[in-house]
């Protein structure tokens, strides 16, 4: 099993998070995990029960995003 692929595992609403964005990471909390195809933070997801997607909102803009589990990483509280 290679380094990271438990990133973004087992996630919860208002769970603490950072993503990489533009090159800087960027921190914020997990709103919903989305696991049906749905439009959200603007475009169109192609989640499901096997690829679940999270809906995050950053804590610096505000914005919300739409990010796979991999590309998220937990932070401690």
Request: proline content about 3%; aromatic content about 2%.
């Amino acid at each position: 099993m290679s380094k990271g692929s438990d990133r973004g595992k087992n996630l919860r609403e208002g769970d603490e998070v950072a993503w990489s964005s533009h090159g800087s990471e960027t921190k914020g909390k997990v709103e919903k995990k989305l696991t049906e195809r749905t439009e959200a933070a603007g475009r169109k997801v192609a989640a499901s029960e096997e690829e679940p997607q999270y809906k995050v909102r950053s804590e610096k803009s505000g914005k919300s995003a739409v990010h796979k589990p991999s590309a998220l990483k937990k932070k401690n509280k």
